[in-house]
T-cell receptor, first 117, second 113 residues
Framework: EPEVTQTPSHQVTQMGQEVILRCVPI?????FYWYRQILGQKVEFLVS????????KSEIFDDQFSVERPDGSNFTLKIRSTKLEDSAMYFC???????????????FGPGTRLTVT | AQSVTQLDSQVPVFEEAPVELRCNYS??????LFWYVQYPNQGLQLLLK??????LVKGINGFEAEFNKSQTSFHLRKPSVHISDTAEYFC???????????FGAGTRLAVHP
């Protein structure tokens, strides 16, 4: 069964450093997402990406964040200058596009735990 | 604004007992509803979804949920739980023409022998 994969599983970085979290979505999916879950809190939407551009982003997704699909398979989240409060589990997800253009069922990867020290 | 409320943060239950995890949503437009399960140290797995049609939806692992528009609820049920059902359960919704998932705070289901 196809699945979303994420690397690394755990990333430790120092405050102010740049990190890149990587995801390989399911191959025939067209919508890509990043979510995060701070320890003990709910899962929060960060950004959605379709047709090589951001389709929606949350207030959390400020100028420190960026996403990219550098090739036909990878989808990355970059945090330019990490802060302590960026410590969280980051989930990548992907979904097909429905005939109406609205994607429904999102498949999640196992997550990358980011620890900023 | 769209929101999802899970009324119970923790639900302890004995093995083979029935369980109901409650979820209420807030949306003035058409809504699509989902239940995801997160096992310890793992990602989110889709249990079931309501998009349209029958209000009773069945998912994996013997779970089912009922969409109730008048009560704006989408409660998750299982008639007989197993130890292996111990996990965090998240209710989520999509609405308003966007495709971002809005999650509830989660309910930790603890199944005891």
């Amino acid at each position: 069964e196809p699945e979303v994969t994420q690397t690394p599983s755990h990333q430790v970085t120092q405050m102010g450093q740049e990190v890149i979290l990587r995801c390989v979505p399911i191959s025939n999916h067209l919508y890509f997402y990043w979510y995060r879950q701070i320890l003990g809190q709910k899962v929060e939407f960060l950004v959605s990406f379709y047709n090589n551009e951001i389709s929606e982003k949350s207030e959390i997704f400020d100028d420190q964040f960026s996403v990219e699909r550098p090739d036909g398979s990878n989808f990355t989240l970059k945090i330019r200058s990490t802060k302590l409060e960026d410590s969280a589990m980051y989930f990548c997800a992907s979904s097909e596009a429905s005939t109406s253009g609205l994607a429904y069922e999102q498949y999640f990867g196992p997550g990358t735990r980011l620890t900023v020290t | 604004a769209q929101s999802v409320t899970q009324l119970d943060s923790q639900v302890p239950v004995f093995e083979e007992a029935p369980v109901e995890l409650r979820c209420n949503y807030s949306s003035s437009v058409s809504v699509y509803l989902f239940w995801y399960v997160q096992y310890p140290n793992q990602g989110l797995q889709l249990l079931l979804k309501y998009l349209s049609g029958s209000t009773l939806v069945k998912g994996i692992n013997g779970f089912e949920a009922e969409f109730n528009k008048s009560q704006t609820s989408f409660h998750l049920r299982k008639p007989s739980v197993h130890i292996s059902d111990t996990a965090e359960y998240f209710c989520a919704s999509i609405s308003g023409g966007y495709n971002k998932l809005i999650f509830g705070a989660g309910t930790r289901l603890a199944v005891h022998p």
